[in-house]
Structure formats: structure tokens, C-alpha cells
């Protein structure tokens, strides 16, 4: 017990070890993977911010753009209205808090300026500082559209000026400027939630900062970053670039993605950096590491309880399956001497894995004889059996074991036999094996066989007797009303003979039957009901509404006509009470009823008829046909076959 003990121990040891070093190697991994991961999110986020940055100066170019075409359109139709033109220019700021400032210079009179600022009071017209005269006159001298330099105008507003050429007919007639004013517009651009944990800087392409998250270095000069050679190079080809770099504004690892962009018409690239903090991994995998390292070792220990009390456990039962397996043998030995005293019973017993533990000689003899096997103590039972036989043999080897007792017939060798299953229990209540007996049943098969046709045929003698009963008296009182028609309504008369004989060709073809499908008893039933309609005219009736799909069910033969017969013969049939016989289905059963309006000369009988039915319905192994009177009806349901 030391000895095992001591090998727990050390299982528990090597677990924890393997463990840690697992962690490790897992942790240097995730650290790789997470860093690898970090870095492509953060390029995907910066490409993402990218577009959003290029779309929003775009949209800003763009909307400069369709109002400086909007004046050359007013100018070519209109001329140079400055009154028209100071319309066009007043609604432009409504809504924009990143513009400042637009306006609007004649070129052919530089005294026409229009100038439209932001105020408190909302958009009111201002003077056209000089900075923007100067403006002016570097547009005549580019004679093309660009975007100025930050500058502070005369109310230390940080801005920068998108400037268009009016052009009329190739002429350049006026200038048009807009005014960003960068503290809001900034502002304004970070209050896009899309951009997430990025931060964006814009560049122009003189080299001056429009955009940062530091708004001390809005307007500043690039030689004052630490990345000013990054951005002097890509200004100056165009081109992409990234870097991993420490960010001067957040103090952390970036990734930091550098993109140029060209405005419209504008001959110069301005440059975007989208910056995205990298994720620090180390800290969470040294704690998945840590973690890991705790697992290990819990599960190390708790595998050392499961492990001490499985033993413990194992000990206990195999002195158990001791105990059991002797008992079993002191009772097979007992067993053994009543086995052997009976040459008609085949008894044996098996374990839990189906091997033989005993069997008398006649199992034995019965085994080789029938099955062609040599059986022994300590071999499998199942191999005894074969094919779909032996998968039955399983089934029931498998339901003993399980516990049960039961007892089972079978046909075998055309030989029939009656097997019992009785499991065998130790003193835990746990199966340890089954024992079974086995007789041969095949005579007390034969004299049930016997008793049963002979059942059968008094059931068919009795509905034969039912059949022969309605023959003659039919058969008169069908000659009777013949006789009436033979004279008076001769074309009738041949009707009523040709549905007379159908009748009783039915009768005669279906003597030997005893069940018929629900359609054939219908048809009989219209012809039968023709006959009687002429003895009793429109005072009997017949109604029936069989859905198809119950017109192949089987009932026993001239049932109906029998049920119709005896409504006509115990009830009133008259013009004052005629009588109505209807037929439908009800939960599966034919339901057959008629008025109940009993003859005053009508006697009680037997209901032979009905009782010949219910003991065919017995025989047959089906529900029996409920009758009797329901409200004023009396009220037949037949079970369908």
C-alpha cells in the first residue's frame, strides 16, 4: 500500500512539471501570436481610419469645389452680380462650424469683395483681411486652385484657405475662398466614433501640421516631430509607409501608417498618419502562464484523491467478486445434481460476458444435435447460435442481464419451445450472470392449433347458420312482392329479378367467407335495400356517407344486412313513421343507426345476430361492435379489420 502510494506521488509530480513547462511554451507562443495579431488589427484599423480621413477632407474639397462652380455658373449667365453672388456665399456657413470665413474677389475690380465670417450672432459680413489679398494675387500668379498654409487671421483664429479661380470662357474673373477654421474642424473630425482607439495627423503639402490630437502643434512646422524625415520622404514620393514607432502624444507603441492623398485639381499631396496603439500582451500571457501553472498543479492533486480512493474502491470490489464468484460456484455445484435429474428440461447458466458456467447433458446434446456445436464450460454462448436466430439469443442474453425474468416463445427446427430468463444476483444486488430452462412446447402447440380451428370453424358454422337463415325467409317474401309486380308493372317486375338474383349471388359467392371489404357489403347493401323499398316503398330509407379511404376496410359478411334486417323487422315501417337507416364514420368504427320505434308485436330476442358478430370480432382478435339504444335511436358501432 506504501509502495502504491508512493507511485501516486510521483504521477502527481511528473503532471505538475509537464504542466509548467506546457505554460511556457504556450505563453511564447500566445506572446508571438497576440504581438503578430496586435500589429495586423492595427494596420486594418489605420487603413479603415484612412479612408474615413480622405472621404471627410475630399467631402470638404468637394463642397468648396461645387460652390466655386456654382458662381462661375451665376457669373457666365449673369454676369459679375455681386448682389446675386452675396446670396449664394451667406448660406454656405449655415451649419458648418469648421468654416471660418468664405469670400469672393472680382478680379477685373478688386474693390468688389464680398466676405462672409462666423460670429456669435451666427453668419455675419466681415473685411477681407490682407493675408487673403495676398492670396488673391498668388492665385492670378498660379492661375490654378491650392490650399494655403496655416495662419492666425486678425482675430487669432487658427485657419487654412481652400482658394479657387472663378473661370468664365477660360478667364479667370474672381476668386473664391474658403476658410477652415482648424481648432473646430479638428473638433469635428474626432468626433468620428468609427475612428476608435486611432488618432489621425494631416500634413499639407508645404510641410505644415492641419490636423493633430496635440492642438499645440496645429499649425506648427514638421521639423519639430520626431518623424519628420518619415514624412519629408513620403510627401516627396507619394508613396505608403509604415512604422512601428513610440508615440511623443499617447507615450506607447505604435503601429503608424503613413498615406499621401491628392485633392481634386491641387498639383501637391497632402499626407495623412493614422496612428493605432499596439495591444501589451506580456502582462495577460505571463497570467495565462500563471494560470496554466495553477491548473496543472490542481489537477495533479485532485487526480492523486481520484486516484487513492479508486484504488481503495477496486480493493473493495474485488474482494467482493470474490465472495461472489465462490457463492456462485457453491451454487452451481448444488445446481449441477438438479440439472442432471430431468431429461425434458435443457438448462444452463452464464456470466456477465456470456461464457458457459454450467449446463446439463441434455443442453448439451440438444446444442450439438440441433446447432452443430460442441459447447464446454468457459466458451461463449452466443457462439452456440447463428444467424437472425442467435441475433434473438442476444436480445434475450442481453435483457437477463439486465436484470430481468421473463419467459419467451420461439419456433425452431420446426419444433416449438418455451425458454425462461432468470438473472442471477450477488449479495450486493449487482447481476453476475442468468440461468435459463428451455421446453419443448411443440405438442401443447399442436392442441392449441386444434382448439383454435375448431373455434374458428364454430364461429364460421354460426355466421353460415345466420346466412342460411336469411335465405328462405328473404327468398319468400322477395317472391311475394314479384308476384305483385309480375302483372302490374312488368318492367319492374324484370328489375326486381335481375337485383334478386345479385343478392343472392352475393350470398352464395361470399358463403365460405368470413370477411369482405366495406365497398362489397355496400353494393350488396343497395341491392338488398331496392328489394325491400318495393315491399315497403318511400317509407324505408337508407343513407350513407363512407369517406374513400375506409371503402377497402374488411367487416364480417351480410353484418350489415343482418343489422338491417332486424331494424326493419322490430320497427314501425309506415307513412306517418318511416324509417331511416343511416351509416357514416365515427372515430374509426362504422356507426349504423335507425330510429327506435318499436312494433307493439315485436318480441325481445336473443340478439343472436349481434353476439355471432362480437365472438367473430373475438376470434379475429379485434374490439368488440358496441349496441343499443341512444335518444330515440338504436345505435350499432362496428369495428373495422
Known amino acids: 500500500m506504501k509502495l502504491r502510494n508512493k507511485s501516486i506521488v510521483q504521477v502527481g509530480i511528473v503532471i505538475i512539471v509537464s504542466f509548467v513547462i506546457v505554460a511556457y511554451l504556450i505563453g511564447e ?14 494596420v486594418s484599423k489605420a487603413q479603415n481610419s484612412f479612408l474615413i480621413v480622405k472621404n471627410k477632407l475630399k467631402d470638404n474639397y468637394q463642397f468648396s469645389t461645387a460652390i466655386g462652380k456654382t458662381i462661375e455658373e451665376i457669373i457666365q449667365n449673369q454676369g459679375v452680380r455681386m448682389s446675386v453672388i452675396s446670396n449664394e456665399l451667406e448660406g454656405v456657413l449655415d451649419g458648418r462650424n469648421d468654416l471660418h470665413a468664405c469670400w469672393f474677389v472680382n478680379i477685373d475690380n478688386k474693390s468688389d469683395v464680398l466676405s462672409f465670417a462666423q460670429s456669435e450672432n ?37 485657419l487654412a484657405s481652400i482658394i479657387l479661380p472663378v473661370r468664365v470662357n477660360d478667364r479667370i474673373v474672381g476668386a473664391f475662398g474658403l476658410d477652415i477654421d482648424l481648432f473646430n474642424f479638428q473638433e469635428h473630425f474626432y468626433d468620428e ?22 492642438e499645440n502643434r496645429i499649425g506648427a512646422s514638421i521639423s519639430s516631430m520626431s518623424d519628420s524625415n518619415n514624412i519629408k520622404k513620403i510627401l516627396g514620393s507619394g508613396e505608403q509607409f509604415q512604422a512601428e514607432v513610440i508615440s511623443e502624444f499617447l507615450q506607447v507603441p505604435v503601429v503608424r501608417v503613413y498615406q499621401s492623398i491628392k485633392l481634386g485639381e491641387i498639383n501637391a499631396n497632402w499626407l495623412i498618419t493614422v496612428s493605432v496603439p499596439l495591444f501589451n500582451v506580456e502582462e495577460a500571457v505571463q497570467e495565462v502562464r500563471n494560470s496554466t501553472a495553477l491548473i496543472g498543479i490542481a489537477l495533479a492533486f485532485l487526480l492523486m484523491v481520484f486516484l487513492y480512493y479508486s484504488q481503495r474502491r477496486w480493493l473493495s470490489e474485488f474482494e467482493g467478486r470474490q465472495k461472489a464468484e465462490m457463492k456462485h460456484r457453491n ?36 446444442a450439438f444435435d440441433n446447432e452443430g456445436m460442441e459447447i464446454e464450460v468457459g466458451m461463449s454462448a452466443l457462439n452456440t447460435y447463428h444467424h437472425d436466430f442467435g441475433k434473438l439469443m442476444k436480445k434475450h442474453f442481453d435483457r437477463a442481464l439486465r436484470g430481468e425474468h421473463f419467459l419467451t416463445e420461439y419456433k425452431r427446427n420446426n419444433r416449438h419451445y418455451q425458454q425462461v430468463f432468470n438473472a442471477i444476483f450477488d449479495e450486493g444486488d449487482k447481476v453476475i450472470g442468468f440461468s435459463s430452462f428451455r421446453f419443448d412446447i411443440s405438442e401443447t402447440v399442436e392442441l392449441r392449433k386444434r382448439a383454435h380451428q375448431e373455434e374458428e370453424e364454430k ?27 309480375v302483372e302490374t308493372e312488368p318492367r319492374l317486375a324484370r328489375k326486381f329479378i335481375l337485383k334478386l338474383s345479385k343478392v343472392y349471388r352475393y350470398l352464395l359467392d361470399r358463403n365460405n367467407s368470413s370477411l369482405v371489404d366495406l365497398k362489397q357489403e355496400l353494393d350488396f347493401m343497395k341491392h338488398y335495400i331496392f328489394l325491400q323499398k318495393i315491399r315497403f316503398g318511400n317509407h324505408l330509407s337508407l ?57 307493439s308485436d315485436s318480441k325481445s330476442t336473443s340478439g343472436t345476430g349481434l ?31
Open 122 to 158: 451666427g453668419v455675419i459680413k466681415s473685411e477681407l483681411e490682407k493675408h487673403k489679398r495676398d492670396l488673391v494675387d498668388k492665385l492670378i500668379s498660379k492661375k490654378d486652385e491650392f490650399v494655403s498654409s496655416p495662419y492666425f487671421s486678425s482675430d487669432s483664429t487658427l
Open 331 to 366: 451454487i452451481l455445484n448444488k445446481l449441477s445434481s438438479i440439472m442432471e435429474s430431468t431429461d425434458q428440461i435443457r438448462i444452463f447458466s452464464v456470466d456477465k460476458k456470456y461464457r458457459y458456467t454450467s449446463f446439463n447433458s441434455v443442453y448439451q446434446k440438444d
Open 29 to 42: 507562443k500566445m506572446s508571438q501570436t497576440a504581438r503578430n495579431m496586435s500589429v495586423d488589427l492595427a
Open 543 to 599: 343513407e350513407y356517407d363512407i369517406p374513400e379511404a375506409y371503402m377497402g376496410c374488411k367487416l364480417p359478411s351480410v353484418s350489415l344486412q343482418s343489422l338491417v334486417e332486424n331494424a326493419i323487422k322490430h320497427n314501425i315501417v309506415t307513412t306517418e313513421k318511416p324509417l331511416l337507416i343511416s351509416m357514416r364514420i365515427e372515430n374509426g368504427r362504422l356507426l349504423v343507426e335507425n330510429n327506435f320505434q318499436l312494433r
Open 459 to 485: 364461429v364460421k358454422a354460426q355466421l353460415k347458420n345466420i346466412k342460411n337463415q336469411i335465405n328462405p325467409h328473404f327468398l319468400f317474401n322477395s317472391l311475394n312482392s314479384l308476384y305483385a309486380l
Open 193 to 214: 466614433r468609427s475612428l476608435g482607439r486611432a488618432y489621425v495627423s494631416i500634413i499639407s503639402s508645404d510641410g505644415y501640421c492641419i490636423i493633430h490630437p496635440d
Open 611 to 641: 353476439k355471432t358478430l362480437n365472438t367473430l370480432y373475438a376470434f379475429l382478435g379485434e374490439e368488440q361492435a358496441e349496441y343499443g339504444v341512444e335518444g330515440e335511436k338504436f345505435v350499432v358501432r362496428l369495428p373495422l379489420l
